[in-house]
């Protein structure tokens, strides 16, 4: 954390020799179409599906996935709830020491880079998909341009499906040793993704009040999987996210089971600045969040929301599906070299689908 500064310009130097113009060609391209199915070389393969069991005790509950992908990652604190015990299962099963399973799950709350959208169709039917970008600063494999860690981290992703009494509570994609949640939709109720927010005031200051002992927000990771495994309606959900304290600023992109309810939280970590509703009825068929604030300019070397609002406005409300929404996801730089998975979920319906990516050259690297 400390060197962050330095990692920011490291950042910003690769930035300059890399191109100054991520919105211009080979970088960008126009919205793509009819890349769903998905087939060809931005797809890198299905992801597999594991059953997390909660009446498990959480010591026992991720054995039989981390059995099958250990991961090739100290700080040690007191988490919450279930979490400390399963991240203890998971050490043991894994034979990777406990600090460093802690260490990779609170580096998932810092470094997601992401691109999230509900949509509204004409008969006010709700879909949700999510590209999850993450692999930044943490080293670049100059032999086929990619980023290390995003290479790594896919074929740790698994598909994941949180029962109880042998029913699905749940379904969720995330990363193997990862024990909160960024992407997920409890069927027929709700869809919840989490996109960072960065470089505002307070951004790592609660990590460090919580390592110094002040244990009064929520991970960000943490409050969406809380959410997903007992929320019980949009309103409830809307309502925690809104208003539990967390520990560093987000977006929660949530979206209902039935019209206008989809919605981007935009929260600092005490409350939330602003709520951005669906309203067809004013012509805001779909809500669309990166990771910067709506009523600011996207970082002027980072702006995924332009060629993702453009894609949309051309698709229409009439037209919009998982195929469409799958051609936005899929649209450079919306789709890039970070990109690890791409998520669409129909609450209504009970479909939830993940594929695997990848961002072949000429591909900016985010
Ligand atoms: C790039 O190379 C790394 C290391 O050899 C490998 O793990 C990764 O799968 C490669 N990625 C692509 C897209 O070829
Ligand atoms: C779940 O199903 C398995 C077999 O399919 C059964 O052995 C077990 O008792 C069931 N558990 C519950 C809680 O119903
Ligand atoms: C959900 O609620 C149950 C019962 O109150 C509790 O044991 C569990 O820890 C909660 N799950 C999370 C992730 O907070
Ligand atoms: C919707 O999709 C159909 C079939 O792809 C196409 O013919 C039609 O022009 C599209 N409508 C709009 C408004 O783009």
């Not at 039989?64 to 399963?86: D, I, R, W």
Request: aromatic share 12%; glycine share 8%; proline share 6%.
């Amino acid at each position: 954390m400390l060197g962050l500064g330095r990692l920011t310009f490291v950042l910003l130097a690769a930035a300059a020799t890399c191109a100054l113009a991520q919105q211009a060609p080979p970088w960008t391209e126009d919205c793509r179409k009819s890349t769903y199915p998905p087939s060809g070389p931005t797809y890198r393969g299905p992801v597999p599906w594991y059953t997390i069991n909660l009446d498990l005790p959480p010591y026992k509950r991720w054995q039989e996935l981390m059995a099958h992908k250990a991961p090739a990652p100290g700080l040690l604190g007191s988490f919450p709830g279930p979490y400390e015990e399963e991240m203890k299962g998971i050490a043991a099963v894994t034979d990777i020491p406990l600090g460093e399973i802690i260490s990779f799950n609170i580096f998932y709350e810092i470094f997601t880079i992401c691109t999230s959208i509900i949509t509204e169709d004409k008969q006010g039917h709700l879909l949700h998909g999510r590209n999850m970008d993450f692999g930044i600063f943490l080293g670049w494999n100059v032999n086929n341009n990619t980023w290390v860690v995003t290479e790594e981290l896919k074929p740790l992703t698994v598909n994941l499906d949180f029962q109880r009494n042998n029913h699905t509570v749940f379904r969720a994609s995330s990363f193997a040793g990862y024990v909160g949640i960024l992407t997920g939709f409890r069927p027929g109720l709700f869809s919840l993704t989490l996109n960072e927010r960065f470089g505002t005031n307070g951004g790592y200051v609660g990590i460090i009040e919580w390592i110094l002992g002040k244990k009064d927000a929520m991970w960000i990771g943490f409050i969406v999987r809380s959410v997903l495994e007992n929320g019980t309606s949009y309103e409830e959900a809307k309502n925690i996210l809104t208003k539990t304290k967390i520990l560093a600023p987000a977006y929660f992109i949530l979206g209902g089971n039935k019209a206008g309810e989809g919605c981007v939280i935009t929260r600092d970590r005490k409350q939330a600045l602003d709520i951005y509703e669906l309203n067809p009825k004013q012509d805001i068929w779909y809500v669309l969040q990166t990771n910067y604030d709506r009523w600011k300019s996207p970082f002027f070397l980072d702006d995924r929301r332009t060629p993702a609002k453009k894609c949309l406005n051309r698709i229409t409300q009439e037209n919009i599906s998982f195929a469409t929404i799958y051609d936005v996801l899929s649209t450079k730089p919306v789709l890039n070299k970070l990109t690890v998975f791409t998520t669409l979920m129909d609450v209504t319906k009970g479909q939830f689908e993940t594929y695997l990516r990848d961002c072949p050259d000429p591909c900016i690297g985010w």
